[in-house]
């Protein structure tokens, strides 16, 4: 996302913390401290994001990175999670799952995502197609970039 802001002349905003952290306690001091208050403060600010999903199947990057445990990841599935937003579990209507790692995830909230000027997805691959939907059921995304299979597919679940 920095080297295309770059490219565009435009303003990137990262967070450069972990996505989760051992305790909600250690997540909850992380977000007090003032630098990362501002980066948060400045990411909720934001009128346009750069976004990709994920899936919730066992090999998807949210379990192979370590972010979730098989159990919960289990867990958010028996929920009716679907996808993966900028690490937050979505269903298929892009609503948010509640689950274990929700007080020690790092980052912006759903419903700051949502509405905003522009939200660009950019998603890739048929295991990611029920979290594309449910992003763009969800109201996160203006704009979707992908490959004409994934289109195809997302048009036949929509």
Not at 10 to 39: D, F, G, M, W, Y
Not at 67 to 92: H, M, P, S
Not at 102 to 107: L, T
């Amino acid at each position: 996302s920095s080297n295309v802001a770059r490219k565009f002349s435009a303003k990137c905003i990262n967070l450069h913390v972990p996505a989760i952290l051992s305790t909600a306690e250690i997540a909850a001091t992380l977000r007090a401290e003032s630098l990362i208050a501002k980066q948060l403060d400045a990411i909720s600010d934001c009128n346009k994001t750069l976004f990709a999903v994920g899936s919730c199947k066992p090999d998807s990057h949210v379990a192979s990175s370590g972010v979730a445990t098989q159990k919960e990841l289990e867990d958010y599935i028996a929920n009716g999670a679907v996808g993966v937003l900028c690490g937050r579990f979505i269903d298929a209507k892009g609503d948010p799952v509640s689950g274990p790692l929700d007080d020690r995830m790092m980052g912006i909230e759903l419903e700051e995502l949502r509405h905003r000027d522009m939200g660009i997805l950019v998603s890739v691959g048929e295991e990611r197609v029920p979290a594309a939907v449910a992003a763009i059921r969800g109201g996160y995304a203006t704009h979707v970039v992908t490959n004409q299979s994934c289109a195809s597919a997302m048009m036949e679940l929509a």
